[in-house]
């Protein structure tokens, strides 16, 4: 597995916070990704309950084209999945961090104008960030719509879904839910026109 290069999320330019995927702590610890998403997971359940941020979560695509979510850790949310695991993994972990942050320090800017082209370059990649994450808020899985609009998720049938998506044109996404394994994605209007088939069948 390819270590993936670290990349900087949203923020103000010059305080965007250095973060880690899950994938590539998956990589450094040698454990399965789903496993250390179930580890996120959990730890976001305890930032939760102590009123701390949460840890970000995103999407990458794969090779086999499927859009799967992903973590991205700050710092100290590494440091906080770390504690449980071994001290040689924490040490390699740590290691990267270091590596990471000598980059990010070597990519500073030296002059005004080299902070104006990187300061361009964050508002580039964020717009870019914020325009996938709207295309993503776009898609649903059938749970996930059932429990935002407060109807029983074994009201749909996924195969008049899937017809549904391929008629109008829309794909079939999918991604990795720690609970369900490999789960279909289908575009929100799908659902809509699924939703007004079903109202007007009730009527009629």
Request: charged share 35%; proline share 1%; glycine share 6%.
């Amino acid at each position: 597995m390819e270590t993936k290069e670290l990349t900087l999320f949203e923020g103000n330019f010059g305080e965007a916070p250095v973060t880690m995927s899950s994938r590539e702590i998956a990589f450094l610890t040698e454990k399965r990704h789903d496993h250390v998403l179930r580890d996120c997971d959990e730890l976001n359940e305890g930032y939760e309950s102590l009123g701390l941020p949460k840890i970000g979560e995103s999407t990458y695509k794969a090779e086999n084209g499927h859009t799967y979510r992903e973590y991205r850790l700050t710092r100290m949310q590494c440091f906080d999945l770390m504690t449980g695991y071994s001290r040689e993994l924490r040490i390699k972990v740590n290691r990267r961090w270091e590596e990471l942050e000598k980059k990010e320090r070597a990519g500073l800017p030296t002059s005004y104008a080299d902070a104006l082209r990187q300061l361009a370059a964050v508002v580039e990649q964020n717009e870019q960030q914020q325009k996938r994450l709207d295309e993503a808020a776009q898609w649903y899985s059938i749970k996930r719509w059932a429990k935002e609009h407060t109807t029983d998720w074994r009201a749909y049938r996924r195969g008049a879904l899937k017809a549904l998506s391929h008629e109008h044109g829309y794909k079939v996404d999918k991604t990795f839910d720690s609970n369900y394994g490999e789960v279909n994605l289908y575009h929100r209007r799908v659902f809509e026109m699924y939703e007004n088939g079903r109202k007007w069948r009730q009527l009629h």
